[in-house]
């Protein structure tokens, strides 16, 4: 799917930095930017992820809506009478841009947020539910969970983010290491040694594997 080069990279690379082969992991990577989508991988093959057909389900974005009961749609068709009115609203104006009316980047909607802004307060709660609702999905889907990755934009930087995603979901056997947790754009394990899941942050590289697929086929011809 979309991101799919991201996820494969990111699902491979945790498993060679844990030394265990990615064929006995279940992984649920977080590609966490403007654009966003959440995959299970299950054994080293991704079983579900967030982005369907187009780039807008799944998690809030920064513009664009994420998951949307299809009753919207009908709403939205209803009250503006032509698509591409409608696909503007769903792709362009809506997400952290719609909610917060104030950016699409996150680090503005924190400010905000901290300030007392009550509509930046409210993209930045709808975010962290969205992302831990897939988290927790897959891991039932899976039957567990053994690695959570965070990459991407938002997920390698955002400290403060991850965190409060991660926060409660002790109960999957998650504990973070608050200060391992303050890396930025860096490999690491911010999850307690004896954290049941190992998390963690792992920046992408999809140009490396664009690179090896292009030579693998090349080689192959």
């Keep these: 799917g979309f991101h799919g080069t991201s996820h494969y990279y990111v699902a491979n690379r945790a498993a060679e930095i844990l030394g265990r082969p990615v064929e006995e992991l279940k992984t ?6 403007n654009g966003s989508s959440i995959t299970a991988v299950d054994g080293g093959q991704s079983v579900d992820t967030s982005l369907g057909y187009g780039t807008a389900e799944g998690v809030l974005m920064g513009t664009r809506s994420g998951n949307l009961d299809p ?3 009908l709403y939205l068709m209803e009250k503006h009478g032509d698509v591409k009115t409608v696909s503007d609203i769903v792709h362009k104006k809506s997400g952290l841009q719609g909610v917060s009316g104030i950016s699409s980047d996150l680090r503005d909607v924190e400010e905000a ?7 930046a307060k409210l ?8 992302v831990k609702k897939y988290i927790g ?15 991407a ?15 409660g979901l002790e109960f ?3 504990k973070i290491d608050p200060a391992k947790n303050k890396v930025r754009g860096k490999e690491v394990i911010f999850s307690t040694p004896d954290s049941r899941v190992a998390v963690m942050v792992v920046p992408t590289d999809e140009e490396m594997v664009i690179a090896r697929d292009t030579k693998r ?3 192959a011809r």
């Excluded at 947020?113 to 509509?119: Q, S, V």
């Design 123 to 130: 993209a930045q709660e709808m975010l962290i539910y969205h």
């Design 28 to 33: 649920v990577t977080c590609h966490l930017g």
């Design 113 to 119: 947020a901290e300030k007392g802004d009550e509509r």
């Design 137 to 151: 999905s897959y891991a039932a889907a899976m039957g567990g969970i053994d690695v959570l990755v965070f990459t």
């Design 153 to 167: 934009g938002i997920g390698e930087n955002g400290v403060s983010f991850r965190e409060e995603v991660c926060r």
């Design 172 to 174: 999957m056997g998650v």
């Design 71 to 73: 009753s919207v749609m």
């Design 217 to 219: 086929c090349c080689e």
